[in-house]
């Protein structure tokens, strides 16, 4: 028997946790976000746009939802963009590990949608340009994972 999810996100309840820093990027993520979910037959109805100050912030919240029981996946989006000290690493580290971590921990697919870029312009280019935009893949994962766990764990 084959098991796999299918990209249907009609009736599920999704949460968005998303960082202030590097608004002009992350707010194209949330709006990627919402367009995948729509466009999947879900409704911006069902759609908790959760707000912290930076991408360290991330992973505790997201974890905190997930437990919550309110939520049929929680979708992370936020940007860190390289500067001039290690702080970049530092932060992008934790926040990847973070969200692996609370992915593994929780019952509900926690996605990573999270940008790590060396350049603005590479951010951009990830955030509904070029190369696609992180939160829309990000929800795409999300609808998927939602929908392959329900079966999994149905009798
Ligand atoms: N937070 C980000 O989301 N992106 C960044 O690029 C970033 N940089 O480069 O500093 C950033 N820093 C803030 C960090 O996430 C925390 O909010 C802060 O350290 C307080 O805990």
């Known amino acids: 028997m084959n098991i796999e999810g299918k990209l249907n996100a009609k009736g599920l ?46 992973p505790q919240v997201a974890g905190i939802t997930a437990k919550s029981g309110k939520y049929d996946a929680v979708i992370c989006l936020g940007a860190v963009i390289r500067g001039e000290t290690p702080h970049f690493d530092y932060v992008s580290a934790e926040v990847t590990k973070g969200i692996a971590r609370v992915a593994g921990d929780s019952k509900i697919p926690v996605t990573y949608g999270i940008i790590t870029a060396d350049t603005v312009e590479q ?8 190369m696609g935009n992180r939160g829309f893949d990000a929800a795409m994962t999300a609808i ?12």
């Open 123 to 130: 951010a951009i280019d990830r955030a509904g340009t070029k």
């Open 13 to 58: 309840k999704f949460a968005l946790i998303t960082s202030r820093f590097n608004d002009f990027i992350t707010e194209k993520l949330v709006n990627g976000a919402i367009d995948c979910i729509v466009r999947h037959n879900g409704s911006e109805d069902n759609v908790s746009i959760i707000r912290v100050p930076g991408s360290f912030e991330i």
């Open 144 to 155: 998927e994972m939602a929908d392959l766990i329900k079966k999994i764990n149905k009798k």
